[in-house]
Structure formats: C-alpha cells, structure tokens
C-alpha cells in the first residue's frame, strides 16, 4: 500500500483513513480503491477501534452505511464487507471496462452485485466537511430546543387558516374535520417514530426513503422538503400582514413597506447565527404557548357567559343561521347535501395544511404529540367553532369581509363580545406568532438546501457558510422567495393566502405520503428478513394499517383538493393545487433514469448497519442520565409538557 493513495492513522481507539491525492472520484484509481479496501479491511478487523473515513461526504455510502459527523469527520461503524461492495466501490465497477478487469483482483469487492443496483454514487468532489466555509455551528441551549419544539407543535393554520375554514364547513365540520386529519397526522407521525426509534439518523425523512425504498425518492422528498419551506415562509409573511390590517393606524402604511420590513428582520435574524435565532425563537415561542393556552381558557369562558354582554353562547352558533354544517359553493351546486361534504372535503384540506410541519416533532415523543394535537388543535377548533358565527363579516376570508376584518377566528370573538383592548393585545400576540413562524421557517429552509448541497444533490456553492456558521447562500436564495409575498399588493391578502395554502398543503401532503410509503417498505423488510416488530424500541399501535389508511387518505386529499377550481373554472386556484405533483414526479423520475436507480427489495433492505453504534449512544445516555439523579417536580413537570 502506497504512503501516498492512502493514509491509515490510529489514534486513542479511532482509525482514520483518508485518500490523500484525488479530489474527485474520477480521479481514483483502481489500485487505489483496492488499497483503501485493504486498509478499512484490516483495520475493520479489530473490534477495540472506530473506523472513519475523513474527506467524505454521506453520498460515498450506501444508504445502509451509518455516516454520522463526529468531531467534524463522517464515522462509520459496522461496515465491513457490506461496506467495501457498497456505493464507495461501485463507480470502478462502472466507470470503464479497463478498471472493472484490474478490480476484478480482489473477489470480495468485486463480488459488488447486490448495492450497485440499487445505489449509485455520483461524479462527487470529495470536500473536508471541517472546512471553514462549509460548517454550521451548535448553539441552542436545552431550554431553547424545548420551548421551540413546543411552540413549533402548532402552527399558523390553527390561529388564521381556520377563518378559511370555519365558513366553509361550518362548526362542527370545522371539528369533525381537523379530529380526522388530526388521527391521520398521528399515524404518520407513528410510522415515522418507530423509524426513528430503530435507527435514528441526521438525513430526516429523506434518509429513511433512500435507505428503504429507492434513493431516487430521497432525492424528490429531499426538494420537495425544500420547496415546502421556500413558500411557506412567504406564506407567514403573508399572514402577518393579514394580522396588520386588524389596526386601522397599520392600514395606512404601504403593504410593501411592512413586507420589506418583515423580510429584513427575519433576514436580521437569520443572518445573526444560531445563538441569536435559538434566544429569539424561545422567547417568540413561549409568547406562543402562552398565547395558545390563554386563547382556549379565554374562549370557554366567552362560551359560558363570562363576557361584558353577559351572553352565555353556548351550542348557539351550531344551530344558526344554517346549521352546524357549511353550505361551500352551495349557489354553484344547487344541492345542500353536496354544498355540505363539499364544505368538509374543503375543511380536509384546510386542516392538513395545519398540521403540515407536526412531523418534525418525531422521535421526540409520540404520545406527547398526540396530546398535543388532541389539546391544541382539536380542542382549539372545537372552542373556535363555539364563539365564531361562521357567516361573520369580520372573518378575512368572509364573502362580505369589512375593512379591517380580524385574521384570527378568536380576535373576532372577542370584538363580537365587546371586550375591549384584549382584541389588540391578543393581535399583538398573534402578530408574534406568525412572524415566529415565518422566522424558524426561513432558517429550517435555508439548512434544508444546506444538507441538499453537503450531500451533493443540489449545487455545493450552497454549502458556504460565514464566520457564524450561516449557510449564507442559501439563506439569501430563500429569501429571494420571500419576495413572493408582494403578490399580495395586487391579488389581495385573503386570495394569496388561498395560493399558499394549497402549495403547502400539496407539498405537505406529498410529504406524508413518502414519509408512509417509506415506512411501509420499512415493515415488509422486516417480515422479509425474519424480524419481530416486538422488537422494535417503539412499537406503535395501528400498524403497518395505520400507515396504509394514512396514505390512501393524504393520496385522495391531495388529488381531489383543488376541487372547487372547477365550480366554476379557474386556472390560478388549479395551478396552486395540483403543480406540486408533476414536480415532485419530474424530479423522481429524472433522478432515477440519471443514476439508474432500482427500488429495494424488502429482502436487500439494510435493517442492521449502525445499531450497535446507536445502542452504544443509548447506554450512555442512559447512564448520562442516571448520574443526574431524580428530576424535580417541576422538572417532571416540564418533561411532560
């Protein structure tokens, strides 16, 4: 072996092996891959030592390969053979017949007939992923991670997309609605929990698809991840202008003024580093929570007569002026059974655009997710449904809407009860919320288009970082569409939001269904390969049916949501709805004809590389945790929440 192809270091129980000439694949010969196989092989050998390969991105493996940063290197445990006939070797296998005879040398890596098929490597530059330019810094405190995880449990859809749905499905399609998007949401949270609970990994959603299903969908959900975030970030800002409009004194500024100063104080933001964004989120997270938890208390005791009026309203706006059911697109269809399942499918769709982004709450903990969703959003809507008339012309998105109409359902409860000064201190309130939104969404975006460039499947100048550790290329090019927000000056507040919801919403959906599909693949290579699901380290209830009735459900969702673009025709509403679709097919398939990717068979799927550095992590968490001791009352208190 060449001192100059190859470089084996053994330091405290940690091999590192490092090409040191090529800075490309290409440029790698066969001897070197042959000497690199030597090396990882007898170093693999030994049990007492951690191998990782410096100069590597996580595209070098294949997708049952555990890559994982560690000090700033790509580490990777319990490889072996697997490891030499995986995605590292393949492209000498490929790349040319004069190198594919000299490989041939070595019988076990040649014997690469099984991952090839299913994984390829691309013509990728290796890249120091320590370099200065392309490394993001860790600065969120535990308090910081925890109040955001909890604020981030509900977003904007609950406070302002139900001033959509209330007048289209009514009270109690308005609850019936969200409680069953809210089951379906849950089981796709479960079926990515038990995911995460078996093999938890950095790549997200995209990782579990790649690893189980084809790399080609994770290449498309990868996109698509971003693409959601590159409109619901506009989407926000949108929203917060909606929210301005409620005082007469903000009217009278430009709408192009106040967008311009919402994009530059996220931007601000942003642009500060980690450290800056974590506090900031905090405090504009618990001013959510807050704010979430007052709305409910406040609106049961408008609903009991705890108002100036002294109205106790109780079930009365289920029975007026038309029942507890909308009447959507009733003077179009002409039939009231139809106007009503119209009015819910409508609700549906509202509702999934409100629990879009939930599943990023996983592997934190299902069954405090699920509470969540059962407190926060179903019981939110309910209280909604309560004290909101769904005719009301002071919701924005009224057929009579006033000057001035409230972006909120509970704002316009509390302006039709005269209690006087909370309906703009409740505003200012939201004001924060919708903007907190907006700011988490540009900074999740911008490090989803991040990890698309280190992984080489968008372009690497997007990998640039700053002296803070901003990805700063990326930060701008998410910006750029935040200029998508102007379009309300000309369209209308209430009319955009329309278009963004049924992008995110579209975007949203085809997220849960990959997520779905991936699980799905997930089960039948462990029935393939023996495995009990009794011995997963969560085993959530309802599956694998719950996964399949989460998928056909978001399927017809997403193809039958844009149903009113036809009653009557109209080509903007059709666009927003359904464009997502051939997109995300577009990339798919390019992808997959590009590399020549093949599906996984259930049989072939890696179910075992990485767990035992996973277990390891585990035990000593474990017994991290242990040495603590006991957590107080209201330690326990707050875990719980």
């Known amino acids: ?139 969120l405190k535990a308090r910081q991670i925890s109040m955001i995880a909890l604020g981030g449990a509900v977003g904007t859809g609950l406070i302002i997309g139900t001033s959509t749905a209330l007048p289209r499905g009514g009270p109690l399609g308005l609850f019936l609605g969200y409680m069953f998007i809210g089951f379906v949401c849950w089981m796709v949270m479960c079926g990515l929990g038990e995911m995460a609970a078996y093999l938890p990994h950095s790549k997200g959603f995209a990782g579990y698809a790649t690893r189980f299903v084809d790399p080609a969908l994770g290449f498309a959900l990868g996109w698509n991840y971003l693409f959601k975030y590159l ?169 009579k809407a006033k000057a001035g109409a409230a972006a909120s359902p509970f704002i316009v409860a509390t302006t039709l009860v005269g209690i006087k000064t909370l309906d703009h201190v409740l505003n200012a309130a939201i004001l924060c919320f919708v903007l907190s939104a907006a700011n988490s969404d540009l900074y999740i975006g911008s490090r989803t288009l991040y990890g698309l460039a280190v992984e080489g499947k968008a372009p690497r100048i997007f990998a640039k970082t700053n002296r803070n550790g901003v990805p700063w290329i990326a930060l701008i090019t998410c910006l750029l569409f935040c200029l998508l927000v102007y379009l309300n000056v000309s369209s209308g507040a209430a009319k955009v939001f ?23 693949a997930f089960m039948r290579a462990l029935k393939a390969q023996g495995r009990s699901r009794d011995s997963l380290p969560y085993k959530a209830p309802f599956q694998p049916f719950g996964s399949w009735f989460a998928l056909i459900t978001t399927t017809i969702i997403l193809f039958f949501k844009g149903f009113d673009s036809f009653i009557p025709w109209k080509v903007d509403t059709f666009v927003t709805s359904y464009i997502a679709i051939p997109v995300f097919i577009v990339f798919f398939l390019g992808y997959k004809f590009y590399y020549g990717t093949k599906f996984i068979p259930s049989e072939k799927v890696d179910l075992t590389t990485g767990l035992k550095a996973i277990d390891d992590a585990e035990q000593a968490f474990l017994a991290e945790e242990e040495a603590k001791g006991p957590r107080s009352f209201w330690g326990r208190i707050w875990d719980g929440m």
């Open 1 to 139: 072996m060449s001192p100059s192809t190859v470089t084996v270091d053994v330091r405290e129980g940690i091999a590192t092996i490092c090409f040191n000439r090529p800075r490309s694949l290409n440029a790698i010969t066969a001897d070197d891959y042959s000497a690199f196989a030597n090396a990882l092989r007898d170093v693999d050998k030994r049990d007492d030592v951690q191998v990782t390969i410096w100069q590597a991105t996580g595209n070098w493996f294949c997708a049952g390969t555990d890559v994982r940063s560690v000090g700033g290197r790509l580490t990777t445990n319990t490889l072996r053979d697997h490891f030499l006939e995986s995605r590292i070797f393949a492209p000498a296998l490929i790349m040319d017949a004069e190198k594919n005879e000299k490989f041939s040398d070595t019988p076990s890596v040649a014997s690469a007939s099984v991952d090839r098929n299913y994984y390829h490597d691309a013509e990728l530059e290796l890249h120091d992923p320590t370099a200065a330019n392309e490394s993001l810094h860790r600065g």
């Open 231 to 399: 409109i619901v970030t506009p989407n926000n800002l949108n929203a917060a202008g909606v929210v301005l409009t409620y005082w007469s004194g903000a009217r009278k500024v430009p709408k192009e003024a106040w967008m311009a100063i919402f994009i530059v104080f996220i931007a601000l933001f942003n642009l500060l580093g980690v450290r800056v964004f974590g506090e900031m989120e905090f405090w504009f997270s618990s001013i959510k929570v807050i704010t979430l938890i007052g709305l409910l208390f406040l609106g049961i005791i408008i609903d009991l007569g705890g108002n100036p009026h002294h109205d106790r309203i109780g079930f009365r706006n289920w029975q007026h002026p038309h029942g507890p059911m909308g009447h959507y697109l009733k003077a179009q269809v002409h039939e009231e059974s139809l106007s009503i399942f119209l009015g819910f499918f409508a609700v549906l769709s509202n509702a999934l655009f409100a629990y879009i982004g939930t599943e990023l709450q996983i592997p934190a903990a299902i069954k405090r997710t699920f509470w969540r969703i059962l407190v926060f959003y179903v019981g939110g809507v309910f209280v909604i449904g309560l004290i909101t008339p769904s005719t009301d012309d002071l919701l924005f998105t009224a057929t």
């Open 498 to 520: 329309g278009y963004f919801v049924n992008l995110v919403s579209a975007f949203g959906a085809l997220t849960w269904i990959s997520i779905c599909i991936s699980h799905i």
